[in-house]
């Protein structure tokens, strides 16, 4: 149940999520649940308090093995859920490379861990809808975006490049 703000309406919930996806050579890293057509991104909520890289962390040595040393922010996604409704969540996004030392694999019986072509990404399906952009504009500028249900992406300077 939502808190009720000063005026008795009930506030939307909110949540954050960090999301990760890993280079692999020239291969972007991403996930898919089993038997699934669309694609996500390695990652878990984040509780309040807690850090975001600490989640990163736990969920890639949970579902992959492994750590990564750097993570570079890449951006954001901010919905609405479900789409249009009135529950607001963020989810930041960061990328790593995957280690030389790492055994590449799900440990997880129901996610697969896959490797795409960046020219892949935009048509392939993703949830959220806008990961495959994302992660394609970063990687051709490495310039941090923020995403917006309206479908803009602005730098995260507030500039209007």
């Known amino acids: 149940m939502n808190p009720a703000d000063p005026a008795g309406q009930p506030r939307p919930g909110r949540s954050l999520h960090a999301r990760v996806f890993l280079t692999f050579g020239d291969l972007v890293v991403v996930a898919n649940h089993r038997g699934q057509p669309w694609f996500f991104l390695l990652g878990g909520h984040v509780p309040p308090g807690g850090g ?29 859920e479900p789409a249009g409704g009135t529950s607001q969540r963020i989810d930041v996004i960061f990328a790593g490379a995957v280690p030389r030392y790492a055994e590449f694999g799900s440990r997880l019986d129901d996610i697969d861990i896959v490797t795409l072509r960046p020219s892949r990404l935009r048509s392939v399906e993703f949830r959220p809808a806008r990961v495959g952009r994302v992660i394609t504009d970063w990687l051709t500028d490495r310039e941090p975006r923020w995403y917006t249900d309206g479908g803009s992406a602005h730098p995260t300077d507030g500039s209007t490049r």
């Open 52 to 80: 975001v890289e600490e989640v990163l962390h736990q969920v890639l040595r949970r579902t992959a093995g492994f750590e990564v040393r750097s993570l570079d922010f890449v951006g954001g996604v901010e919905h609405l």
